[in-house]
């Protein structure tokens, strides 16, 4: 059989949307469908790796991994991911973490008025930012949807977050990305990159298992 370069990795995924509460009916979203990070998570695991994948609200079937953990909210994916990434060698953040959430929660449904109402958002924690400057970090990989620019703004992001390696989509366009089945991606490491191009997540997710392995490999 092949070899499966991961065998006794812990990895933990990030995936899907989170939903940012208004009351207990309404939330602030996003369009993320879940399939990137559930592709990776399922690539991952044939690659031997045991995976806990952190997951937001999605539609789709559970994945065969070691433990799956549903959350809704940034601040449930905070807790999930950070009670369990110090036993972790990789952390893939291919979640759609929602920037802010409604500064309040309502306790009770928001009743309907005339006039206009203002919303006040607070900053949620990054956390593939608080991950990657951990000491020990695990080796990180995160994810750029991007309108433009994507080579520079993902090199920045890299960067900036302290990553070790993302994977950098188009968005808004007709190459893929948020809530389709295939997807385009540029991959970039601190001193190199490789472009994948149009094919399906599952394609896309086996390849960058792949150069996530090798890379990885190379950290240690
Ligand atoms: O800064 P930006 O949101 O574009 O970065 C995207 C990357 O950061 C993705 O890998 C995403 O999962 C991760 N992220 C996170 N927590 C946040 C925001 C983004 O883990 N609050």
New binding site residues.
């Given amino acids: 059989s092949a070899p499966r370069p991961l065998t006794g990795a812990q990895v933990l995924v990030?995936a899907g949307p989170t939903r940012e509460a208004l009351d207990p009916v309404r939330f602030i979203g996003n369009r993320s469908s879940g399939k990137m990070g559930y592709a990776l998570a399922q690539a991952l695991t044939e690659l031997g790796a045991q995976v806990i994948l952190v997951s937001g609200p999605t539609a789709l079937p559970a994945p065969s991994v070691a433990h799956l953990i549903e959350v809704e909210s940034?601040a449930e994916m905070h807790a999930a991911v950070m009670a369990r990434i110090a036993d972790c060698a990789i952390f893939v953040?291919?979640?759609a973490?929602a920037?802010y959430r409604p500064k309040q929660q309502a306790p009770h449904k928001l009743k309907k008025h005339p006039d206009t109402i203002n919303l006040q958002l607070v900053p949620?924690?990054?956390?593939?930012a608080e991950v990657a400057a951990r000491t020990p970090a695990p080796f990180t990989l995160?994810?750029?949807a991007e309108t433009e620019a994507l080579e520079t703004n993902a090199r920045a992001?890299l960067e900036r977050k302290g990553l070790d390696m993302i994977a950098a989509n188009l968005v808004g366009g007709e190459q893929g990305g948020f809530d389709r089945d295939d997807n385009a991606l540029l991959i970039l490491w601190r001193d190199g990159q490789r472009e994948l191009p149009l094919m399906s997540k599952q394609l896309a997710a086996r390849e960058i298992a792949c150069i996530l392995t090798e890379r990885y490999g190379a950290s240690a």
């Avoid at 949620?124 to 593939?128: A, K, R, S």
């Fill in positions: 990030t940034a953040a291919a979640a973490v920037d949620n924690p990054d956390i593939l995160g994810f750029a992001k």
